[in-house]
C-alpha cells in the first residue's frame, strides 16, 4: 500500500525547512523591517526590493480558478526542472533508490537522477509509443520510488493511454509522476482531475508552452497535500522571483488569447503534416497531441544541416531509440511554416 512515509528520506523527514521573514507573521502589515532590504527601493521603475511571496499565494489562487485545484495541492516551480529535482531530492536516497524512466521521453528525467545520483531503470515504451505494463512491473523492486510519464510525450508527440497510467497509479506503491507540459494542446482531459483518487499521483504541468512564458520559467505540480507540504519544505525559500510571478499572472488574465493561439497552433500543426505528407523524404508522420511534429525521413542528418545551413532550426531526435531517422519539428507562425516548407521543396535540388 502507497504510504509516504515510506517513501521519504530520513533526513527529509527530520528536516527543518528554512523560515523566511515573511513566513514568521500573518495578516497585513505596512512597515516591512524584517528581512534586511533596501527599504528606499530599488533603480528601477517597479517594485524589486522586497522579497517575493516565498508560497506564491495570489498566483495560486489564479491558478486554482483556470485549473480548479486548490492552493494546497499546488507547486510553483523556477520551471517543472526545480518540481523534478525536488521529488528526487525528497524522496530517492543516493546510491540506494531508483526510478522507472519509458524512453523516448524528456531527458531531464534522467539527468536529474544523474545529478542526485539515482539508479535510472528504463523501459522503452512499444513501437506505438506507448506503456510496456509488463516490463514496468518487471523493473520495480522495493527500491523504486518514482515513476516518470510524459503526456503528451515528448519528443514523441502522443498520449499515453489513460488506462494504462490508472493501472499503474493504482498498482504502485511508489509515486507515479504524469509530466503534462504539453496538455493544452491535447485532446486528452487532465490527470489533475484524479487527484482525489489518487494520493501516490503528481501532475506536473508548465507556463512555458501554449501560454508562451517559457523565458519566465514558471512550473507547476499538482498534488496531495502532504506532498505538496514536502516540496514546498525542501525548495528555497524564494525559489520564484518577483518578476515571474507578476508577469504569470498578468498572462492567466488572458485566457482567451491564449485559446485562440492554441486554436491557430494545431490548424498550422494540421497544415504542416500535410503538407511534409509530400515530400519524398518523408517517411511516416507521428500522431501529435502536442505543439510539434515527429517526422521520421529517409535522411534526418542531411535535412538537419541543410535546414541549419538555411537559419532554420529543428531538432535532430535521430540518435534517440525508437526514434531513428527522425526529426521533432516545433509548429511556428504561419509565416515560420511557409518559410519551412518552402526551404524544404528545395532540398537536394
Not at 502522443?158 to 496538455?183: C, H, P, Q
Not at 517559457?214 to 528555497?236: D, Q, T
Not at 490548424?267 to 515530400?279: G, M, P, S, Y
Not at 510539434?292 to 535532430?316: E, H, M, P, Q, W
Amino acid at each position: 500500500m502507497y504510504n509516504i512515509n515510506n517513501l521519504l528520506r530520513e533526513n527529509i523527514k527530520k528536516l527543518t525547512p528554512y523560515s523566511s521573514a515573511r513566513d514568521e507573521y500573518q495578516g497585513e502589515a505596512n512597515v516591512f523591517l524584517d528581512a534586511n532590504e533596501n527599504a528606499f527601493g530599488s533603480p528601477l521603475a517597479q517594485q524589486f526590493n522586497r522579497y517575493p511571496d516565498p508560497l506564491q499565494y495570489e498566483l495560486k489562487k489564479r491558478i486554482t480558478e483556470i485549473k480548479g485545484v486548490p492552493p494546497r495541492n499546488i507547486f510553483i516551480g523556477n520551471g517543472s526542472d526545480e518540481a523534478i529535482d525536488i521529488l528526487f531530492r525528497s524522496f530517492c536516497n543516493p546510491g540506494v533508490d531508483n526510478v522507472i524512466l519509458v524512453p523516448p521521453t524528456y531527458g531531464m528525467y534522467e539527468v536529474s537522477a544523474n545529478i542526485n545520483d539515482i539508479e535510472a531503470r528504463k523501459v522503452l515504451l512499444t513501437e506505438d509509443y506507448q506503456l510496456n505494463l509488463e516490463g514496468i512491473a518487471e523493473a520495480i523492486d522495493e527500491r523504486t520510488k518514482l515513476i516518470f510519464i510524459c503526456s503528451p510525450n515528448n519528443p514523441t508527440g502522443n498520449s499515453i493511454n489513460r488506462e494504462d497510467i490508472e493501472t499503474l497509479l493504482a498498482n504502485f506503491n511508489g509515486i507515479v509522476v504524469v509530466d503534462e507540459a504539453y496538455i493544452n494542446f491535447s485532446r486528452q482531459k487532465s490527470f489533475i482531475q484524479e487527484l482525489t483518487e489518487y494520493a501516490n499521483l503528481v501532475v506536473m504541468q508548465t507556463l512555458s508552452k501554449a501560454w508562451g512564458l517559457a523565458g519566465l520559467r514558471v512550473g507547476m505540480a499538482f498534488a496531495s497535500e502532504e506532498i505538496i507540504r514536502v516540496m514546498n519544505k525542501v525548495k528555497p525559500p524564494y525559489n520564484v522571483n518577483e518578476s515571474s510571478q507578476q508577469l504569470a499572472l498578468e498572462a492567466l488574465a488572458n485566457v482567451a488569447q491564449v485559446n485562440n493561439w492554441i486554436k491557430e497552433t494545431l490548424t498550422q500543426r494540421d497544415r504542416l503534416v500535410l503538407a511534409l505528407k509530400e515530400f519524398d523524404f518523408v517517411v511516416d508522420i507521428y500522431p501529435s497531441d502536442a505543439n510539434f511534429i515527429l517526422v521520421k525521413t529517409t535522411d534526418a542528418n542531411g535535412i538537419y544541416d541543410y535546414l541549419v545551413s538555411k537559419g532554420i532550426i529543428v531538432r535532430n531526435r535521430s540518435k534517440v531509440e525508437l526514434c531513428e531517422g527522425s526529426l521533432r519539428i516545433t509548429v511556428g507562425t504561419p509565416e515560420e511554416n511557409t518559410v519551412l516548407l518552402d526551404t524544404l521543396n528545395n532540398f537536394g535540388n
